[in-house]
């Protein structure tokens, strides 16, 4: 049986994707309030998109560096060649891109589950281990090309459109990513904390999913062992940089297409920013915290609201649909569907008490 009884299908009227859906609507809307739009549609038909063919190259190499960083964090379970892994991390960012609430992670650590036969559970873990990774990583670069820019201006900008006062607006950008990472890591050195903690929390939930929920948590735990020594936890930090520079290669790339003149220390910032507002609920692909978070910076690096408008549509259009489409290929490939996983219950995307993946 599964662990939970509702469908991915569901999720679609959860009150989360609803909230998250309402917060990508009011973002697109402050990212496109104020613009001249004919300026936007001049910049885009006049943009040279021929910048697009290595930008995009730039970008799939990045996934590379994310299937190494995987596989890194996979590896004390089992070691996959990142020649197998790339398909599925490709076809994670396809679900990611279609699907709400970043159902990705549970396609991702399905599919690792069913072609290499680990924990599906654990998988999971590891998926949000670079999630977090990601936010201090991007928190990091910032605050390295923090004396290169006038930040202080940009920083002023995303607080006054946001109507959310600076101290709280870094203060809840930062926090999460620093609790989460000090839990995990307080977790990964002392897993017997976190398999107490784990048996403390299912105390709360109903006795008829309790046993598989529990299963699930320590399966949690396990994947968070990946962790387990201060050694790792640096390599893990490191493999992360090359990620968000070659990412920011491709941002820098596009934006010679639309006669940008900023340095690539801007393109940095505006990495960290755009990267890090998709961390807010939303919609499928970050449509909408993206956008906005890219343009307020841009705009506060004194690039021209239109051209700026029309260059984030671009890049983001070029960072979604040339994975999304080639994951869904690789899924083709492989005989499975997104219909095919949707119609499952989504506890079947983990491990159940019956049967699980070891």
């Given at each position: 049986?599964?662990?939970?009884?509702?469908?991915?299908?569901?999720?679609?009227?959860?009150?989360?994707?609803?909230?998250?859906?309402?917060?990508?609507?009011?973002?697109?809307?402050?990212?496109?309030?104020?613009?001249?739009?004919?300026?936007?549609?001049?910049?885009?038909?006049?943009?040279?998109?021929?910048?697009?063919?290595?930008?995009?190259?730039?970008?799939?190499?990045?996934?590379?560096?994310?299937?190494?960083?995987?596989?890194?964090?996979?590896?004390?379970?089992?070691?996959?060649?990142?020649?197998?892994?790339?398909?599925?991390?490709?076809?994670?960012?396809?679900?990611?891109?279609?699907?709400?609430?970043?159902?990705?992670?549970?396609?991702?650590?399905?599919?690792?589950?069913?072609?290499?036969?680990?924990?599906?559970?654990?998988?999971?873990?590891?998926?949000?281990?670079?999630?977090?990774?990601?936010?201090?990583?991007?928190?990091?670069?910032?605050?390295?090309?923090?004396?290169?820019?006038?930040?202080?201006?940009?920083?002023?900008?995303?607080?006054?459109?946001?109507?959310?006062?600076?101290?709280?607006?870094?203060?809840?950008?930062?926090?999460?990513?620093?609790?989460?990472?000090?839990?995990?890591?307080?977790?990964?050195m002392r897993p017997d904390f976190g398999r107490r903690l784990v048996r403390l929390l299912v105390r709360f939930i109903p006795k008829k999913g309790k046993g598989a929920i529990e299963t699930l948590g320590l399966r949690f735990v396990e994947g968070l062992g990946?962790?387990?020594?201060?050694?790792?936890?640096?390599?893990?930090?490191?493999?992360?940089?090359?990620?968000?520079?070659?990412?920011?290669?491709?941002?820098?790339?596009?934006?010679?297409?639309?006669?940008?003149?900023?340095?690539?220390?801007?393109?940095?910032?505006?990495?960290?920013?755009?990267?890090?507002?998709?961390?807010?609920?939303?919609?499928?692909?970050?449509?909408?915290?993206?956008?906005?978070?890219?343009?307020?910076?841009?705009?506060?690096?004194?690039?021209?609201?239109?051209?700026?408008?029309?260059?984030?549509?671009?890049?983001?259009?070029?960072?979604?649909?040339?994975?999304?489409?080639?994951?869904?290929?690789?899924?083709?490939?492989?005989?499975?569907?997104?219909?095919?996983?949707?119609?499952?219950?989504?506890?079947?995307?983990?491990?159940?008490?019956?049967?699980?993946?070891?």
């Open positions: 049986m599964c662990a939970f009884d509702w469908s991915l299908d569901a999720l679609f009227t959860s009150r989360r994707f609803l909230i998250g859906l309402a917060f990508s609507v009011a973002l697109l809307a402050l990212f496109f309030w104020q613009v001249d739009l004919s300026e936007t549609a001049d910049a885009l038909k006049s943009a040279n998109y021929l910048w697009f063919i290595p930008g995009i190259a730039i970008y799939f190499i990045a996934v590379y560096f994310r299937t190494a960083r995987w596989g890194f964090l996979l590896s004390p379970m089992k070691k996959v060649p990142s020649k197998r892994l790339y398909p599925i991390v490709v076809i994670g960012y396809m679900a990611n891109n279609l699907l709400p609430l970043r159902l990705g992670e549970l396609v991702r650590s399905y599919y690792v589950g069913e072609k290499e036969g680990v924990s599906k559970t654990a998988a999971l873990a590891t998926i949000i281990i670079e999630r977090v990774f990601d936010g201090i990583g991007l928190l990091i670069i910032a605050l390295f090309v923090w004396p290169f820019l006038p930040l202080t201006d940009v920083l002023n900008n995303l607080s006054d459109d946001s109507g959310i006062p600076l101290g709280a607006l870094l203060f809840f950008v930062v926090a999460p990513f620093v609790i989460i990472l000090t839990l995990f890591l307080a977790i990964a990946t962790l387990h020594s201060p050694k790792r936890v640096l390599a893990v930090l490191a493999m992360t940089f090359p990620i968000w520079f070659a990412e920011a290669a491709m941002f820098q790339l596009i934006s010679y297409g639309f006669n940008m003149d900023l340095s690539f220390h801007g393109m940095l910032f505006t990495t960290s920013t755009s990267n890090l507002a998709t961390s807010i609920p939303s919609s499928a692909g970050g449509v909408g915290p993206f956008e906005w978070g890219a343009r307020l910076t841009l705009e506060g690096l004194d690039v021209a609201g239109g051209v700026a408008t029309a260059f984030t549509i671009a890049l983001h259009v070029a960072l979604l649909a040339p994975v999304t489409l080639l994951g869904l290929v690789f899924m083709w490939m492989q005989h499975m569907s997104l219909a095919m996983i949707a119609r499952q219950r989504a506890g079947s995307l983990l491990e159940t008490p019956a049967g699980e993946k070891q």
